[in-house]
Structure formats: C-alpha cells, structure tokens
C-alpha cells in the first residue's frame, strides 16, 4: 500500500512538471495554462460573435479603451500577479447600462459591462473589480471550476471546435447571463484580497473593491448584480478588503482628481 501511495505521488508531480498542470498553490489541474488560454480566446471569438452581447468598439471607442486598458496595464505591474506574461490580457466594454457586472474567462480575458462603469464616481472603485476578475483568471478559479462541472474532455473538445453547445452554456455561466459559475466563497475571498495586493502598487486606493460594495449597501432599493445571490454578503467583503489593506498598509487615499478623470471617461461612452 505505501509502495502504491509512493508511486501515487510520484505521478502527481510528474504530471505537474510535464503539463504543467498544478497551479502555484499545487492545486492539481488536468488542464494546463496553455488550455487556460486557448479556452479563454475560444470564449472570447464566441463571445464577440453573439449579438447578445454588444461590445463596443475599440475603432469607435478609442478614448475608453485607452483608459480603461491604461488602468488593466497599470494594475498588472504587480508582481503579485503569477501569469501577468504570459496571460494575453486583454479588456472589453459590453455595451448594457442595465447590467452592474465584470467578469473574466480562464487565460485573461476580462469584460466590464457599461452598466458597472456608470454606476461608479471613482475610478478607484472600476480598478478594485478590475483587480478582482484579474486574480479569478490568474488564481484560475474558472478552470477548476469549469473542470469540477464539464471535466477535461469536454474542456478540451470545446478548444478544438467540437461542443459549440457547451461553449454557450459556459459562457453563459462566467458572464451572469445564464445560470452563475458559483465561484466558492474561498475563491471569492481569495480574489478580493489579492486586488488589494495589486492595486497596493498603483496610484489608486487599493481597497476600491470596497468601494464597490459599500456602495451597494448604500444603495440597497437599487437593481443588485445577480451574482450576488451565490457571493459572500457585501457588509463582510467590505469589512475583509479594508482589514487586508489595514494589515499590508498600503494607501486607500482616492486622488483628488479622480472624480474628473473617471467622469471624462464615461461621457466617452455611448
């Protein structure tokens, strides 16, 4: 029996070391980072190919991809970020003022609905949900999500082209449209904090995933993203993302110029 454990964990590690199939935590992954990518740009094609979700253009849009993508670029100069080379992070724009959601498919490929942007004052708080939906996709919690619910085989026969039906059904579970991809609440702990981390680095408050939440407890009779029906409450992530800037120190001042910076860039969209 110890002989068959031995070689047990023996295969694990070659596994790892050859597919590169552990994540960082040495979580056990059949699916690699380079899976990780192939799903997230097939995802994404899937996606800017659905009329059902309007991404604005980057042709027409120019100004606010050039915001927003200076905001995604900054955040990743955190070293705390594991595959910020070799994720191509990329963020798009949906076009839907009545949606207050963002979300990021395995790989780096990240969506912020225009709903979301309008509801913030600050730029502070668009770069706290930016940071989050960047560890989802760095932590890879979507590929061991979605492998606990489709396994390796349909994963992998959704890159190569041949399960266009469980492509849609997927998409529609990370983007909220459909039924959720219920992140744990570990996971979603987890994500909070490291925004935090990585805005920790930049010039905006690194608690402003905070800001978020605080803002929706303010605003409680208002429309609630639907992902908060399977998330930990606000009032505790609130409460957790300042405890975690409290306890590495970093700075939760909003600039000055915030406010102008962020409305100048909402006027620039539809």
Known sequence: MRKIKSIAVIL????????ISCDKNGDFLLFSIQNDIELGQTMSQQIADDPS???LSREEYGSAYSYIESMLENILASEDITYRDEFPWTVNIINDDQTLNAFATPGGQLYVYTGLIYFFNEEDALAGVIGHEIAHSDQRHGSKQLQRQYGISILLSIIAGGDASSLEQMIGQIAGTGAILAFSREAEAEADDFSVRY????????????IFFQKLLDNQEQRQPEFLSTHPSPENRVADINATANDISCDTTIDSESAARYLGFRNSLP
Do not use: R, S
Not at 12 to 19: D, M, P, R, S
Not at 199 to 210: D, V
């Open 12 to 19: 694990t590690f070659t596994l790892c070391g050859v597919f």
């Open 53 to 55: 979700f309007d991404i």
């Open 199 to 210: 805005l920790a680095g930049t010039n905006y408050a690194c608690n402003g995933a905070a």
